[in-house]
């Protein structure tokens, strides 16, 4: 229940608390966090002033709450809508994720693979099409390829490689995508059919495994968001993930604030365990 109990008490005192916490790496260390919108944060406390406005950054993402209370130095090179291409590649007018990687790197947290699979759109789509008054044309759903989902394993793994390449004193851990469709069955919340839900759960434990492989294969570690939220679903009493049903602020079909709080207390627990 500690988990629960933490993720669900005031986020702004998780943040801003730190100073009775074990430290589990150096004061000041520097720490790069990268991935799309589920790392990112967008709606998940305030926009972070001063950051690219399309990266959505928030200020109680799992990255900032660890930094905060770690005290260490976080680049946050996260954005929402990054594929793996963004993060070994330049985006328009932003560098590689990657490259905000450097020697003295001492932990870096990836989260990113949805956008390459069309997770999050392709749920987008399913809400369209279940709505009533659903508009003459709604945007496709368009089930990944096997191709597709062989060049994710080969990017993710990529990522994982040069990641521990770039910074080899680092603690590299990738974090997978938090739950955000129900073990079985569906919900108004949730705004999908029964069918469009079990793609989306078939789709979300695909991307669990393509992300766990690829620490293995990387020599990096894992933190299974998919496992530390489940119950907490869209369509839970407690749900840490929106649905289609907003709440004030949030983005649909991505996590909360408590979700983000538990990702961030889970990977100070990996860090202690790592000294």
């Not at 608390?17 to 004061?27: F, K, M, N, S, Y």
């Not at 749900?239 to 991505?254: D, K, Q, T, V, Y």
Request: proline share 9%.
């Amino acid at each position: 229940m500690r988990l629960a109990t933490t993720a669900l008490a005031t986020a702004s005192a998780l943040a801003l608390t730190g100073g009775a916490l074990a430290r589990p790496l150096p004061e000041g260390a520097r720490y790069v966090a990268l991935g799309s919108s589920y790392a990112a944060g967008p709606g998940v406390g305030e926009p972070v002033p001063g950051e690219p406005a399309r990266c959505g950054r928030g200020s109680l993402s799992y990255a900032r709450v660890l930094a905060a209370r770690l005290r260490l130095k976080l680049v946050d090179a996260s954005c929402s809508g990054a594929t793996t291409a963004h993060l070994l590649g330049p985006w328009n007018e932003l560098a590689p994720q990657i490259d905000a990687i450097t020697p003295d790197t001492r932990l870096v947290t990836i989260t990113v693979g949805g956008n390459d699979v069309r997770f999050v759109s392709n749920l987008f789509a399913s809400v369209c099409a279940a709505r009533a008054d659903a508009p003459p044309r709604c945007p496709p759903h368009a089930a990944p390829t096997p191709a597709e989902w062989t060049a994710l394993a080969r990017a993710m793994q990529r990522i994982g490689h040069e990641a521990r390449r770039r910074a080899p004193r680092a603690v590299v851990v990738f974090v997978d995508y938090p739950v955000v469709v129900p073990p079985q069955g569906t919900c108004a919340a949730l705004g999908i059919a029964e069918p469009q839900a079990e793609a989306g759960r078939a789709a979300a434990a695909r991307l669990a495994r393509v992300t766990a492989e690829a620490a293995r294969r990387s020599g990096a570690r894992l933190l299974a968001a998919s496992a530390l939220t489940r119950g907490h679903d869209a369509c839970a009493p407690q749900p840490w993930s929106e649905g289609a049903s907003l709440r004030p602020g949030g983005i649909a079909m991505h996590p909360m604030i408590a979700a983000h709080a538990a990702i961030a207390e889970r990977l100070e627990q990996m860090l202690e365990t790592n000294r």
